[in-house]
Every structure is written in C-alpha cells, then in structure tokens.
C-alpha cells in the first residue's frame, strides 16, 4: 500500500446508524486531517491531528468523533448523522515542520450518504 | 464576503485550447499559493506551488500570483482531455491551514 488509504469507499447509513470511517498514510507524515467536501462548496476543514494530537476542531457537531491512535491511522466515527451530513469525507496527511510548502497528500474519499 | 472565490464553472474547451482558471481572495496575508487537480473519483492532488508573487512554470502549466490585485491563476496550454478534471486553488498565511476555493470543473473535449 503506497499513499493515503480511505475505507470504506462509499457509505449508506441510516440517522440511527453507527459506523467509522478509516484512513491509513504509508508516507511517515506527522499530521493528520478530516475534510468534508460538498458539492459547490469548498473543502472544509474539519479536525487537525499532529503527533496523534489534535490541534484542530474546526467546530464540527460532536455526532462526529475523531480517533487518532497512532500518526499512521485515523478514524471518524460516525453516529446520529443528518441527511446534510452526506458528502465526499477526505483524509489527507502531511509533513508540518520547518520549510512545509503547505502540501496535502489525500485519499480517495469515503462518499457518505445519509439516508 | 468569501476568503477564496473561485468560478465552479464547468469550464468547456476544445482540445488544444489554452485554458486560463483564476481565484480571487480577500486576505493580504496570504503568502502560499498552490493549485491542485482532483479527477472524478479521486482526492485532490498537488499540481502548482507558488510563493509570494511571480509566475512559475511546468510544463504545459503556468501558474501566476498577482498579489496586488489579490487574483492568482492557472494557465494550462495545449489543453488535452486528460486535463478534464476539477481545478481547486488553496492558500494560506505562514501559519494557518490552508484555505480553498470551490473548485473549478474544467471538460477538454477531444
């Protein structure tokens, strides 16, 4: 496995529901991200992880819950969602530090649909 | 008003077209200029980076920054159908997370 890996690909739960949403990096980064993407609007921020800790809550709703165990794994966890939840959730990882271009290095995505 | 504007489009061009895609921002401080390319399907990639003003090129791909204006643009020459994808420009200060325009969707056709 090379890369940001996103799974599951694609998602349909109920309101009641609960489920996760896991991301590996195999590139030895120390920072972790969750972003939402809606259609016709920018990617959004939704959580910052450095070092396993999160520096970032980007005021997302609590019925999402991030985990970081390690600075190689991330996971959402999802519970109680909205139909406007529904969206293209990305991962992407990076290497912050002295001379960081800005660079993120995402996955596929998980398409969330929120039945 | 936006931090970061940018056309959704969709953007339709011939083959061979040179394609210009631009964003306009609000913020003086921003310092770090990138563009990335997201297929259908996929997460957004790296394509450009730029800092402060200037242009730099790669390729088939020119990228400008004009920070008196606050505008920065993505020229894309000799366009090719494997161009056909959603553009995204991003920025940021020296210290936030980058922030990212909508996304242009940009169709080459053949």
């Known amino acids: 496995e090379t890369g940001v890996t996103q799974t599951p690909r694609h998602l349909v739960m109920g309101m009641t529901n609960k489920k996760s949403l896991k991301c590996e990096q195999h590139l030895g980064h120390n920072a972790m991200y969750w972003y939402k993407q809606s259609a016709k609007k920018p990617l959004e921020l939704m959580f910052v992880?450095?070092?396993?800790?999160?520096?970032e809550n980007n005021s997302v709703p609590s019925r999402f819950s991030p985990e970081c165990p390690n600075s190689s794994h991330l996971f959402l966890h999802l519970h109680t969602l909205q139909p406007e939840d529904s969206a293209l959730y990305l991962c992407?990882?990076?290497?912050?530090?002295?001379?960081?271009?800005?660079?993120?290095?995402f996955g596929e995505g998980s398409r969330l649909t929120v039945l | 008003q936006k931090e970061v504007e940018q056309d959704p489009g969709p953007l339709s061009v011939p083959e061979g077209a040179i394609v210009s895609l631009n964003c306009t921002y609000s913020n003086s401080a921003f310092q770090y200029f990138m563009w990335y390319r997201q297929y259908s399907r996929k997460g957004p990639e790296l394509l450009m980076y730029t800092y402060s003003s200037g242009n730099k090129e790669d390729g088939r791909f020119t990228a400008q920054v004009d920070k008196s204006s606050k505008y920065i643009s993505l020229f894309i020459r000799d366009s090719q159908p494997s161009d056909s994808a959603t553009y995204l420009c991003?920025?940021?200060?020296?210290?936030?997370?980058?922030?990212f325009g909508t996304g242009t969707r940009l169709l080459v056709s053949p």
């Open positions: 992407a990882s990076s290497q912050e530090g002295g001379g960081w271009t800005g660079e993120l290095f």
């Open positions: 991003a920025m940021r200060t020296g210290f936030q997370k980058l922030v």
């Open positions: 992880y450095n070092f396993k800790e999160q520096t």
